[in-house]
């Protein structure tokens, strides 16, 4: 019997040898690692990684091998796909534990009433995990969001003309062509076209703002 430790990390700030050394403090002998580097758990399933697939090879992950993880949001990415493979694991013969609350998911269990306190436990732990996943989803939405907000306040208004129009504004300005036959041929409001007129260095740098 053998224990395999299945790391995944999703940032640069947490590694594979951080999740070891957290599984040996908590008193697991680890035989073997099996890890993911930069692999997002909120959008790939266990099998859809690199390495993670791994552990569905017979030959790493025998009848009687535990199967170590930091918690359980490791094996999967959504309720259902954590809770499957928990199960296929135990299926299988695998035992599945967690550094996190020592928790142990044994498919040798034939009480009734241990299975049924075994499932639950899966069922909720799996429902959190998702849970925790979706709130981080929403707060780097939101972050995001603030950040593009931000920008946007930086850079000012949006120029209401491209790249062509103010060149080709600025050209019959020079011309001395009035305004509202300017405005009729670059397709520009008058009130845009005045405003080129009167700061056409703010024109331009309003449109390198904007990268139009």
């Known amino acids: 019997m053998q224990t395999v430790l299945y790391a995944r990390v999703s940032t640069t700030d947490q590694t594979s040898a951080h999740q070891r050394k957290q599984a040996e403090g908590a008193g697991f002998k680890v035989d073997v690692v099996v890890a993911d580097e930069g692999v997002s758990g909120v959008s790939t399933t266990l099998r859809e990684r690199p390495e993670g697939r791994r552990l569905f090879d017979p030959l790493l992950l025998r009848r009687g091998d535990v199967l170590v993880v930091r918690w359980v949001d490791r094996l999967g990415r959504n309720y259902a796909d954590v809770t499957e493979t928990i199960r296929e694991f135990m299926r299988r013969g695998v035992i599945v534990r967690t550094v996190i609350n020592n928790m142990t998911f044994d498919g040798a269990t034939t009480d009734p009433m241990q299975m049924a306190v075994r499932d639950a436990l899966i069922g909720f732990m799996a429902a959190s995990a998702q849970a925790q996943a979706e709130a981080t989803k929403e707060a780097q939405k939101a972050g995001i969001a603030h950040a593009k907000d931000r920008e946007e306040a930086y850079r000012g208004r949006k120029p209401s003309y491209s790249r062509d129009q103010l060149d080709a504004a600025r050209d019959l300005l020079a011309q001395g062509t ?16 005045y405003r080129i007129q009167e700061n056409p260095a703010e024109a331009e740098a309003a449109l390198a703002r904007w990268a139009a």
Not at 178 to 193: C, F
């Open 178 to 193: 009035n305004v509202s036959t300017i405005a009729k041929e670059t397709g520009l409001s008058r009130q845009t076209v």
